[in-house]
């Protein structure tokens, strides 16, 4: 199994970046894929979720109306667009997919971080 994450770096305050996550190797179709963060001396938190065939989404409310996740179910890929970006939002990111039997898998991280 393998989730191999990009995209992450260094941005100021205001700007956007957009990370992705191809998902590769896992057994059972994918039930949700989606994007958690932890920042220095936090716990981690659910930043936003995208479920298979609807594609219905949940995202915290520290970031709707600025994050946008999307998903290509054939190339098992999920993407973050994140706009407007303030340095609260300064974390690594990890990817985390769900697939039908339960299963639970997470991405090595990616490092955001937000300049004011």
């Known amino acids: 199994v393998q989730l191999a994450e990009s995209g992450g770096g260094l941005v100021q305050a205001g700007g956007s970046l957009r990370i992705s996550c191809a998902a590769s190797?896992?057994?059972?179709?994918?039930?949700?894929m989606g994007w958690y963060r932890q920042a220095p001396g936090k716990q981690r938190e659910m930043v936003a979720v995208?479920?298979?065939?609807?594609?219905?989404?949940n995202y915290a409310d520290s970031v709707k109306g600025r994050f946008t996740i999307s998903r290509d179910n054939a190339k098992n890929t999920v993407h973050l667009q994140m706009n407007s970006l303030k340095p609260e939002d300064t974390a690594v990111y990890y990817c985390?997919?769900?697939?039908?039997?339960?299963?639970?898998?997470w991405g090595q991280g990616t490092q955001v971080t937000v300049s004011s």
């Open positions: 985390n997919v769900v697939n039908y039997a339960g299963f639970v898998y």
């Open positions: 190797g896992i057994t059972f179709s994918i039930r949700t």
């Open positions: 995208i479920t298979s065939g609807a594609g219905a989404t």
